[in-house]
Nanobody, 120 residues
Framework: VQLQACGGGLVQAGGSLRLSCAAS????????IGWFRQAPGKERDFIAA???????YYADSVKGRFTISRDNSKNTIYLQMNSLKPEDTAVYYC???????????????WGQGTQVTVSS
């Protein structure tokens, strides 16, 4: 299983970024995919997840600002992040698991992180 995240960068508060996570090595359609983030000195937190059937889940902190989506034809998931705030600054990770509850809590497979920095 391989997950490759990209799309991070530096953006001003109020701006937008779109993260991508390209997946390979497993049957993408059978897995739920999620995004987590870890700020310096803090624990890794769940952000959003999407099931194989495209049901979505969000943390309260990003609900209404972030949108997770998937393109099964490209084995890729996306995280569209709008109205970014300085507190969104973190390393963002994508993760996968066949069980959606595990995707939201303790997924088995992780990609490398991509840094998102939001300046005030």
């Amino acid at each position: 299983v391989q997950l490759q995240a990209c799309g991070g960068g530096l953006v001003q508060a109020g701006g937008s970024l779109r993260l991508s996570c390209a997946a390979s090595g497993f049957t993408f359609d059978d897995y739920g995919i999620g995004w987590f983030r870890q700020a310096p000195g803090k624990e890794r937190d769940f952000i959003a997840a999407i099931t194989w059937g495209s049901s979505t889940y969000y943390a309260d902190s990003v609900k209404g600002r972030f949108t997770i989506s998937r393109d099964n034809s490209k084995n890729t998931i996306y995280l569209q992040m709008n109205s970014l705030k300085p507190e969104d600054t973190a390393v963002y990770y994508c993760a996968a698991d066949p069980a959606i509850m595990a995707v939201r809590t303790s997924p088995n497979y992780w990609g490398q992180g991509t840094q998102v920095t939001v300046s005030s």
